[in-house]
């Protein structure tokens, strides 16, 4: 992987040409996720983090493959996995609070420097740290081995290496820093003209008073300097003209006496305390303006410099923050839900053109009512195939019996599966959708305009006009919002259309009819059984058993003869 390629790393997407959908929230929230995804993290971002990836719809099953290897070497690497998430941590704090994130107008000072020059010393660590971990022989998918071999040239480029060894030979405690030496040119009249930076350094000065400094620097003629050669090897470095050498090259050469912390004031310096109330005070002022001036000018030069060399790599990584975090608050969640009984498989995606079976799950069941339950115990799985005889399946019950739970679950196992995250039974072999559509009944507040049922046809009408041969659709109780006769009607139309077009779909309905004539429209009818009356929440491949709506809905509010006359 070369250099040109380090802001296309992802660990979700592979490169994929094939365009991504979005689904509605609607069906996000009909399907349970935003349930799912507040048990799986308290935090915000992360949850809208997860909710953007599981409603993100690929038909492409390499990336499906690629999401679920990668989710398969974090879940199998638990100890990788909480180095991993230390690290994020870290590096997601530098970029959300370092001092890199200061408006570049700001005028950095020395404190700025020396911060910014820690953080990098960090960002150098968290780096090696990462490529550490990445390198653990257990890694089979391809993003993280896509990831180490950009963090290996990371660590091996030039710059990265550079700026390495800069920070490692200017790095200074800010704590550490006891006095700046500094070059003034005078006119005439002892004006200053000018100034340059000399040293940092990590003594203070130890003589005082004006009368002895200044007798000791210029009084006897043979003291004063006859031009400005220094010795001990000071240097004057005009802040406002910079020569051939480079920001950092200046500052190399200017502070390398500093980071020795040895002093560098000899005899030929000078430093004067101009005493308060003395009428010198502004010049005194005048003078500290022009040499911050400076030195935030050299300062601003050296963030500029070290900017160059780590944003672009800072960026990258912090980028994967989010997408490592989607894995790993997943990972600890199956494994929580594992410790309590649930179980959980690896999907097995299939190019359409590979696969007999566009579906065939085994022992599936509804992750968001599970992670409700107490106890696995009380967990119904189920069996379901999608084939090209068993594109549209009619489901019938009685009231309450799991038909919704069965078809929430149905768009789970997908986006979960496409998502790359272990699904809910102990099989799921699939050819991926390009979205998942729901049609559950809406709010009473959204159908004020149009009736109920008329915001029912208008809204399977967008949905059949958006489904492909590649979608899957999810009825639910759909046009039972009006007589049986006219609910009937649009439903047989919705059926055959729905046929025709491919798209696999699962109408849950309580027109029973309509799943006895199944054959006529060329669907099956599947049937949430009944044992001796009682519900198994097991569905079957059947004829309906000849419920009525109707019986339920009196059962379900105590109309029936028998409950009307029973007597207390």
Known sequence: MSSDNKTAIS??????????????DTTVHDLGIDTITSQITSDPKEQQMIIRVLSGMNPDPNVAQYRQDVFDDIYNLPDMRDKLLGLMNQIDYLKDYGTWRKNAEEKPGLWDLMHRLDELK?????????????????????????????IDTLYSDANFA???KDIKNISVDANSIQSVTIGINVNSRFEAESLGLISVNAKPFRKSGIVSNFADAVAAKDRLNEDTKWDGELRYEPADTPGAEGALDK????????????????????????????????????????ASKMMSHLVKKLRSVLSAYSDISIVTISKLIPELTYYIN?????????????????AEPVPAEDCVCIMNAKGFYNLK???????????VDNDLVFDRDHVVFLLTGANRG?????????????????????????????????MIFTHFPADEDKTMDLGRLGEECVRFKEIFKDASSESLVLLNESFSTTSFEEGYYIAVDAVRALRLKGSRTIFNTHMHK????????????????????????????????????????AAKYGVTYEMLTKKD
């Open 251 to 290: 500052i190399n050469s200017t502070l390398t006496d500093a980071i020795n912390y040895t002093s560098v004031i000899g005899n030929k310096s000078t430093l004067s305390k101009i005493p308060d109330g003395d009428g010198t005070s502004n010049s005194t002022f005048y003078l500290s303006n022009i």
């Open 11 to 24: 660990l979700l997407n592979p490169g994929s040409e094939t365009p991504f959908k979005t689904m509605s």
């Open 369 to 379: 009512l599970a992670s409700s339950l107490a106890s696995a115990d009380e967990v």
């Open 330 to 346: 997943f990972a600890v969640f199956i494994a929580k839900a594992k410790e309590k009984g649930m179980h959980f498989c690896k």
């Open 122 to 150: 960090t960002f150098i660590t968290c780096v090696e740290s990462l490529h550490d971990c990445l390198s653990d022989p257990g890694i089979r998918s391809k993003g993280l081995k896509d990831l180490l071999a950009y």
């Open 514 to 553: 309509l799943a006895e004539n199944a054959s006529e429209f060329n669907v099956s009818s599947i049937v949430m059984a009944s044992e001796e009356g009682k519900r198994s929440y097991k569905v079957v491949e059947k004829a309906p058993e000849g419920s009525s709506y109707a019986r339920d809905i």
């Open 402 to 434: 799991g038909k919704t739970t069965l078809t929430q679950a149905a768009g789970l196992l997908y986006a979960l599966a496409q998502g790359g995250i272990y699904v809910p039974a102990d099989s799921f072999e699939y050819t991926p959708v390009d």
């Open 162 to 164: 550079q700026m390495k």
